[in-house]
Antibody
């Protein structure tokens, strides 16, 4: 069974950093792209970014709203994807979800339960 | 940048009724890259439809998707109690985008 478990969320002050983890199980992690989405309280869904599998270069793409501040990485040996968030802003407050993609041009069939990040002074 | 606009914002229906949800894109979307998701309170989204009309694994056949170009539709043929939720359309691929959602509520 495919499982994705996010961790690392919490309360952080504006301008600070936070790293989220997405621990995967039930599939060969290295064969898949991984993507992060977020949802601000009471709002809709927003794509954050994704990382391709090593077979496709392991490269990353980001939404304009986070480009230059957020970094996605992966450790295939541990089956973990990371979202490093720097220079956090209050508007980054959201539930962050990781998802598994067959390739980056695929829909997100598997989602984690999400982890809440609150950016507030 | 593609903008997806969903209508209506809220749909008030009774169990057993038919629900028709619309998603209109600001420019043409390849049908291969249009999906629909269901989200219930406190839960992650669930993929219902991909490629505009293909049901995801385990999705009941009362859910169907159609459309092409800039106009797409999600139809729920007969609403079950568990179908009352928020529904999002999504253009996936490079720079994925979502519509703002349609809430299907019990009348």
């Amino acid at each position: 069974e495919v499982q994705l478990v996010e961790s690392g969320g919490g309360l952080v002050k504006p301008g600070r950093s936070l790293r989220l983890s997405c621990t995967a199980s039930g599939f060969t992690f290295g064969d898949y792209a991984m993507s992060w989405f977020r949802q601000a309280p009471g709002k809709g869904l927003e794509w954050v970014g994704f990382i391709r599998s090593k077979a496709y270069g392991g490269t990353t793409e980001y939404a304009a709203s986070v480009k230059g501040r957020f970094t996605i990485s992966r450790d295939d040996s541990k089956s973990i994807a990371y979202l490093q968030m720097n220079s956090l802003k209050t508007e980054d407050t959201a539930v962050y979800y990781c998802t598994r993609l067959v390739v980056v041009t695929a829909p997100a069939a598997y989602w984690g339960q999400g982890t809440l990040v609150t950016v507030s002074s | 940048e593609i903008v997806l606009t969903q209508s209506p914002g809220t749909l008030s229906l009774s169990p057993g009724e038919r629900a028709t949800l619309s998603c209109r894109a600001s420019q043409s979307v390849s049908s291969s890259y249009l999906a629909w998701y269901q989200q219930k309170p406190g839960q992650a989204p669930r993929l219902l439809i991909y490629g505009a009309s293909s049901r995801a694994t385990g999705i009941p056949d009362r859910f169907s998707g159609s459309g092409s170009g800039t106009d797409f539709t999600l139809t729920i043929s007969r609403l079950e109690p568990e179908d009352f939720a928020v529904y999002y359309c999504q253009q996936y691929g490079s720079s994925p985008r979502f519509g703002q959602g349609t809430k299907v509520e019990i009348k």
